[in-house]
C-alpha cells in the first residue's frame, strides 16, 4: 500500500498545540467561544472549525501520574467507511486520493445524513461545518500536493508529527516503538495497518481517548454500511431512473 | 545562558526545575528531544506535574520557595559521597582559598549581620592573602578554612531527613535525583539546567540560581557542551534589553549606573573597576574605563572631551544605598511621588506584583503614556473594576506601536544570539515603529530646552543622536553606534585604523576618548564585515552545534562561556567527544576561547607563566563557589517566603531571609506565618498559549479558544474539603485582593507532607485581565505580595499564602 502516512509520536507530544492552531490558521478556521470546563482541552471536542484537536487525560500508573496527549485527526483510513456511507447518499462527495491516499470531503457533502456519517467513522472524527458541508483533517492536501508538509507537520517542534511516504513512516513508527517497548511494555501502534495516521501510546489507548482505537460498536456500523452498500445499486438505479 | 539553545541537545542530565520549559519554551523541547533520543535523562522537579513533567524520566513535585533546601541537599550529596569533579573544583574554583578567620555561619546568619539595617558587612566574607595581596590556596582543600570545607560544613546541615520535611519531596525521590544528577560530574559527562522565573521571583531568588551554579562547579558541568547554567528569558528578546540596560542599576553592557557619590569620572571608574594583584588573573572588568569613555562618546560625540570628563557629569546618578526597581518605582508613585509615566510595553497593572497596588498609583499621577499594540488595563485603569472615573486625574495617551514584524532590527534570545530581523509588512494605520515614536518625541524635547531653556538642559542639547535617516529612525545607525567607531586615525595593538571606521572588537576599545561604542559588550556585531547579526550561514563546523556563522552572539561570538574551564590544565577537552575548546600546542582551536593566553601548564607539567586563569570575569580569576558579593550571604541557605505555611524554619532560627525589606504604605498587606485564613501555598505561572499578561494573546482568537479563563488548579483532596468541583467557579483571597477562577480539580498537584503537617497548594496562571474576554478574570497578580529579593528586588510571586473557596459559598 503506498501513498502518505502520519506517525504521531505521542511520547514526544508536549501538548503545546501548535499543531491544533496551524490546523485552524491553514484552513482559515474559525475559533468559537470556549469556556474552561475544568480542563487544558479546548475546544472541548472537534467542531466543524477544528479538525484537529488535542486531547488531555490524566492518569495513575502505580501511583505515579501520567498526563497523555493525543493529538486527534483524521486517520484517513485505507479503506475508509465514511466515504461508503456519504456514497450511498451522494455520489463523487468524498475523494480519496490516488497519489496520497487522504480522504477528501467536497462540498456535496452538505447533502449527506450527519450522524450517520458520524456514526460509522470509527474514531469519531466527521463534524458538520456551519454551511452544512461536512468537515474533517485534508491532509493538507493542497499542501501536499504542492510538496509541502502538512501544516500540523511543519509546525511541530518535538517531532512528534511525522509525515511521509507510507513504508517510511510504518519503518519509523516501528523502529520507535521497538525501542519504547523495553521501557513500556504496554507501548503499541494505534490500527496501523487500517489506518494512515498511525498513533504511537504507551499505555492503553483507552486512557488517552474513547476513540483512540476503532471503536468496539464498529461491527454494529458495520452491519448497518454493508447493508447500504449492498443496497446502493438499486438506489442508484432508482435516482437515474427519477432524474432520466 | 551561559551556553544556548541548541547545545541543550548535548547534554547527559537536563533538569527542568524553576521553569516549565515544554510550556513556556516549547522550541526547547526540539533541543531536550534531541538529547533524550540520545539517552539523556530529563529530571523535572516542579510543585506541579506539568507538560514538562509528562516528559521526563524522573519527576518529584517540592513545596514553592524550597529550591535551596532542596539543592543543598544535593551538595551535601554530591559532597559526602565524593562525586565532585576533583581537578575542576580544585583549580578552577575558589574551593581552594582561605577564608579570613571572621568568616562565620551561626544559626542563619553570616558573620557581619547588622540587625538594625537588616544587611551585612561583606569585610567580614574575605579570603586571606599572601604578602603579595594574592588569596592563598590550597589545592589539596584541606584546610579546614579553605571554601571546600567551608562548604562541606555548611551543607552537612542539608540532611536528607531536614530537606524532606521541608521540601515535602519524598526521599527517595530526592536521593534518585541527586545520584541521576550527580553523575555528570565525570569527566566526559554534561548536566545542564533549564530555569526561569520559577526560580528567579523569590526572596531568596538569587541565592536560587547561586546554588545551582555551585553543583554546576562542583560537576565540572561549566563551559562544556551539554551544561551551563540557562536562564530560558521569558520573552524574545529580554536577554537583549537587559543588555542595554533595560534595569535601573547598570549602563549598557552591564557597567554600573553611577551613585551620587562618584563625583567625577575617574572617581567613578576607580569605584567600578576591580584590581588584582595576581599575574595570572586577566581581570577582564579591568577595562572598565575603556567601556565606560566609550559609552560616554557614543552618547554625547564631539562634545564629550577629556576635560569635561567626557561629559560625565551629564549622566544621570542615583543615591547611595537606595533602590530603584520596579518596585520600588511603584512604591514611590502610590505615594504621590511621580507626575508622569510612560508604560512602554508593558502592562504593570496585570504583570507587577500586587497589581491593586500598582493601579491605584496609576491614578495619583498627572499623565500616563501607554504604547502598545492594544487596549490594556494599565492604560484603561481609570475605568476598571472600583475605579470611579470621575476622580481620577491621571490624563492617559495612547501611542499605538508597530509590532515585530512591522519593522526592521534585532532580539537577542536566551542564548546571547544577536539575531537581525527583517521588516515583513508596514504597520497597519497610523502605527510607528518605538524607534519613530522615540525619535520624534526626542526632537520635540529638546526643541522645547532649547528655545525654554529649563533646568539642567546640557544633557538633552549635548546628546549626539545622530540615528536618524531622511527625519525617521534608522536601526543600522543605533546598530553600529552600539557596535562603536573610531574616532580618530589610531594604531591599536599595533593595527592602524582610520578614523569613523568600525571598531573589529572590545580588544579595541580606548580609555582616551579615540574610540565609541554604545554597549562594549556587543562591539563586533557590527563591524567592517557587516552586520554580523544578519548572518545566515546554516553551516555547523564544529560539530556540537555552535553555528558559529549564523547570528552573532556577545562577547566576541563565544557560543559557550568560561569554555576555558572545558578543557584540562593542558588544554585537552575533558569531554573529547564534544569538545568546546582544545589547544594545538600553538594555539586554541574550536569555539571563541575566554582569552588566546595558554593553557595553565606547559607539556613538562610546570605552570605556564603566560597563562591565565580560566574564570577571567572575575578578579581572582576562579569561579566563585564561595560567592562574597551578595546581599544575602556567600553560600545560599534556605529561608522560607515571607508568607509560608510554617511556623519555624528546620533549618536555623532565621525564619525568613534576614535581608529583605518591606513596603510600608497601607496597600502593602503581608500575611503573618500560618494565619488560619490564608492556609494555602499559591503560585502563579504561564501556559503555552497566552504570552505574559495576556496583552498580545487575548486578543488572538485561536488562543484565546485553547485557553478562555483564569483558572485555579488544585489537588484532589483539597478539593473536596472545600466542596469544589472541577469547574466550579471559585474566589481565591490574598490579604491584597481576590480573583475569580475555574477550578481545576487535578491529579497533578498533591498534598505534600511538609514539617509533619499536609500542605496544600494552588495555582494560577497570570495572563488574563479585566479588559477582554470580559469573561476571562483578573490577573493574579492582585494576590501576589509586593517584597523582593534582597539583591534584585524581584518580586516573590511564586511563593504567597491564600484562601480558597467555592464561589457563593
Known sequence: MAGKSFFIDTTRCTACRGCQIACKNWNQNKASKTKNWGSYQNPKDLDGNTFKLVRFSEAEVNGKIRWYFFPDQCRHCLEPPCKDTIEGYVDGAVIHDKATGAVFYTEKTKKAPYEEVKDSCPYNIPRKAASGRLVKCTMCLDRVSAGLLPACVKTCPTGAMNFGDRDKMLALAKKRLAELKKKYPKAQLLDADSVRTIYLVIDDPQKYHKFAVASSESGLIDRKLAMKKMLRPARNLLKAGITG | ?809
Open chain 2, 1 to 809: 545562558m551561559t551556553n544556548h539553545w541548541i547545545d541543550i541537545g548535548n547534554s547527559d542530565c537536563i533538569l527542568i526545575m524553576g521553569s516549565n520549559a515544554a510550556e513556556n519554551h516549547p522550541i526547547s523541547f526540539k533541543w531536550v528531544t534531541k538529547a533524550m533520543k540520545a539517552g539523556a535523562t530529563l529530571i523535572s522537579v516542579d510543585p506541579r506535574f506539568t507538560r514538562t513533567s509528562s516528559k521526563a524520566d524522573i519527576y518529584t513535585p517540592l513545596r514553592p520557595g524550597t529550591d535551596i533546601a532542596f539543592l543543598g541537599g544535593m551538595i551535601n550529596y554530591i559532597l559526602s559521597n565524593k562525586l565532585y569533579f576533583k581537578e575542576y573544583v580544585a583549580y578552577y574554583t575558589n574551593c581552594c582559598f582561605i577564608l579570613t578567620d571572621k568568616y562565620s555561619f551561626n544559626d542563619g546568619l553570616f558573620a557581619g549581620y547588622n540587625p538594625k539595617t537588616r544587611s551585612y558587612d561583606k569585610s567580614y566574607w574575605a579570603f586571606e592573602k599572601d604578602k603579595n595581596g594574592i588569596p592563598k590556596k590550597d589545592h589539596t582543600l584541606k584546610h579546614p578554612r579553605c571554601v571546600f570545607q567551608q562548604l562541606k560544613n555548611h551543607y552537612a546541615r542539608y540532611t536528607l531527613d531536614k530537606v524532606s520535611a521541608i521540601t515535602g519531596t519524598p526521599k527517595e525521590d530526592l536521593l534518585k535525583i541527586y545520584k541521576t544528577y550527580a553523575a555528570t560530574g565525570k569527566p566526559d559527562k554534561a548536566g545542564t539546567i533549564m530555569y526561569a522565573m520559577g526560580w528567579t521571583q523569590h526572596t531568596v531568588g538569587v541565592q536560587n540560581i547561586r546554588a545551582m551554579a555551585i553543583i554546576q562547579l562542583l560537576l565540572g558541568n561549566m563551559g562544556v557542551a551539554g551544561g551551563g547554567v540557562n536562564a530560558l528569558r521569558g520573552e524574545s528578546n529580554v536577554q537583549g534589553s537587559t543588555d542595554h540596560c533595560l534595569l535601573w542599576h547598570i549602563w549598557p553592557g552591564y557597567l554600573k549606573t553611577p551613585r551620587s557619590s562618584n563625583t567625577t569620572l575617574a572617581a567613578y571608574n576607580k569605584k567600578w573597576t576591580p584590581t588584582t594583584k595576581d599575574p595570572l588573573s586577566a581581570n577582564w572588568w579591568g577595562n572598565y574605563p575603556k567601556y565606560s569613555v566609550s559609552f560616554l562618546k557614543s552618547m554625547f560625540g564631539e562634545k564629550a572631551t577629556a576635560k569635561n570628563d567626557f561629559g560625565y557629569s551629564w549622566m544621570p546618578k542615583v543615591d547611595d544605598g537606595k533602590s530603584y526597581s520596579w518596585l520600588d518605582l511603584f512604591d514611590e508613585m502610590y505615594r504621590g511621588k511621580f507626575t508622569g509615566f510612560f508604560a512602554w510595553g508593558q502592562n504593570p497593572a496585570c504583570s507587577g506584583a500586587n497589581a491593586n497596588k500598582n493601579r491605584e498609583a496609576l491614578a495619583k499621577l498627572d499623565w500616563l503614556v501607554n504604547v502598545n499594540i492594544f487596549e490594556n488595563e494599565t492604560g484603561s485603569f481609570w475605568k476598571g473594576p472600583g475605579m470611579n472615573p470621575k476622580k481620577i486625574k491621571t490624563e492617559v495617551f495612547f501611542l499605538p506601536c508597530a509590532v515585530s514584524v512591522e519593522k526592521e532590527g534585532s532580539i537577542t534570545n536566551s542564548g546571547r544570539w544577536m539575531q537581525w530581523r527583517y521588516k515583513a509588512v508596514e504597520p497597519a494605520g497610523d502605527c510607528r515603529p518605538d524607534g519613530d515614536i522615540m525619535v520624534e518625541l526626542f526632537e520635540k524635547i529638546r526643541e522645547l530646552y532649547r528655545k525654554e531653556g529649563g533646568t539642567f538642559p546640557e544633557p538633552i542639547l549635548s546628546l549626539k543622536w545622530d540615528y536618524t535617516t531622511g527625519g525617521k529612525y534608522d536601526p543600522h545607525k543605533v546598530a553600529k553606534e552600539i557596535n562603536g567607531y573610531f574616532l580618530k586615525d589610531v594604531t591599536v595593538k599595533g593595527k592602524k585604523f582610520k578614523k569613523g571606521t568600525l571598531v573589529p572588537s572590545f580588544a579595541y576599545l580606548q580609555a582616551d576618548g579615540s574610540t565609541s561604542s554604545g554597549n562594549w559588550l556587543y562591539c563586533q556585531s557590527y563591524n567592517e564585515k557587516g552586520n554580523n547579526a544578519a548572518r545566515r550561514n546554516p553551516v555547523d563546523k564544529s560539530g556540537i552545534g555552535l553555528f558559529s556563522e549564523w547570528s552573532w552572539c556577545w562577547p566576541v561570538n563565544r557560543r559557550i562561556i568560561y569554555n576555558r574551564a572545558s578543557v584540562d590544565r593542558y588544554g585537552n577537552p575533558w569531554n573529547k567527544k564534544k569538545p568546546v575548546i582544545r589547544w594545538t600546542g600553538s594555539k586554541w582551536v574550536g569555539d571563541v576561547p575566554d582569552g588566546g593566553w595558554p593553557p595553565m601548564l606547559t607539556k613538562d607539567g610546570k605552570l605556564n607563566p603566560k597563562t591565565k586563569y580560566p574564570f577571567i570575569m572575575k578578579p581572582e580569576g576562579h569561579a566563585r563557589v564561595f560567592g562574597p558579593g551578595r546581599a544575602d550571604g556567600p553560600f545560599p541557605e534556605h529561608y522560607e517566603p515571607l508568607e509560608c505555611p510554617v511556623p519555624k524554619n528546620l533549618m536555623s532560627s532565621q525564619l525568613h531571609n534576614p535581608t529583605i525589606k518591606l513596603f510600608k504604605t497601607s496597600a502593602d498587606k503581608y500575611e503573618k506565618t500560618c494565619d488560619p485564613r490564608y492556609p494555602y501555598v499559591c503560585t502563579t505561572y504561564r501556559v503555552t498559549e497566552h504570552w505574559q499578561t495576556g496583552v498580545l494573546t487575548r486578543w488572538q482568537p485561536w488562543l484565546l479558544e485553547c485557553q478562555p479563563q483564569l483558572f485555579c488548579e488544585m489537588d484532589e483532596e483539597l478539593a473536596k474539603l472545600k466542596g469544589i468541583k472541577n469547574a466550579d467557579k471559585v474566589i481565591v483571597e490574598s490579604p491584597r485582593g481576590k480573583v475569580e477562577a475555574v477550578a481545576i480539580v487535578t491529579k497533578r498537584l498533591k498534598p505534600l507532607k511538609v514539617e509533619g503537617a499536609i500542605v496544600h497548594q494552588v495555582g494560577l496562571p497570570y495572563h488574563f485581565g479585566w479588559v477582554y474576554p470580559k469573561d476571562g478574570g483578573d490577573s493574579a497578580n492582585l494576590l501576589s505580595p509586593s517584597v523582593g529579593d534582597p539583591n534584585t528586588k524581584i518580586p516573590e510571586t511564586k511563593a504567597f499564602m491564600v484562601n480558597v473557596t467555592k464561589k457563593g459559598v
